[in-house]
Structures are given as structure tokens and as C-alpha cells.
């Protein structure tokens, strides 16, 4: 009988760490423009992994004095994260 090797594969469990990271990074950026006054509102259109940002990315807007919104179209389409100042 053969020996037969699994294959390896990324599993669809969800993004990697990398991923989050880098995500996250996007969103501080628009909360350190929004919080030193070089915008006023950041809109993160088409942002992939907003689902899976949001409650940390909220936490730091909270942090830096900022608003921070999860918007989600009515249709189907990619979401995107508003940041900007606090209502």
C-alpha cells in the first residue's frame, strides 16, 4: 500500500492574523487623521474585513475621541466603516 501526504490548504475558517492586522492598521490611520484634525469624517468604502474589525476598531475610536459607524447597505455590497466626529 502507498503512502499517501495530506495536502495543505488554507482553511476557509476565516482571515489570518496578518489579515486582522493590517485591517485594523487601516482604521487607525483613519481614526489618527480624524483625531488630529487632518479629516473630518473617513469613509472605509468596500472594507472586507469590517465585520471582523469592528469591536476593536470601535474600542480605539472610542479611545482617540472619535466616532466610529458600521455601515451596512440595504442592498447587497461590501461594508464600510465611518469614522468621524462623535454625535
Sequence with gaps: ???VEPIPFRC?????DEELEAALAEVDAA??????GGAVRIRLI???LADAVAGL???HA???????QLDRPEVTG??????????
Aim: charged share 5%.
Design 1 to 3: 500500500m502507498d503512502h
Design 31 to 36: 481614526i489618527a487623521l480624524v483625531s488630529r
Design 62 to 68: 472610542q479611545l482617540a475621541g472619535v466616532g466610529f
Design 12 to 16: 476557509a475558517s476565516g482571515p489570518s
Design 46 to 48: 468596500g472594507f472586507a
Design 78 to 87: 461590501a461594508l464600510a466603516i465611518i469614522v468621524g466626529p462623535l454625535v
Design 57 to 59: 476598531a470601535a474600542a
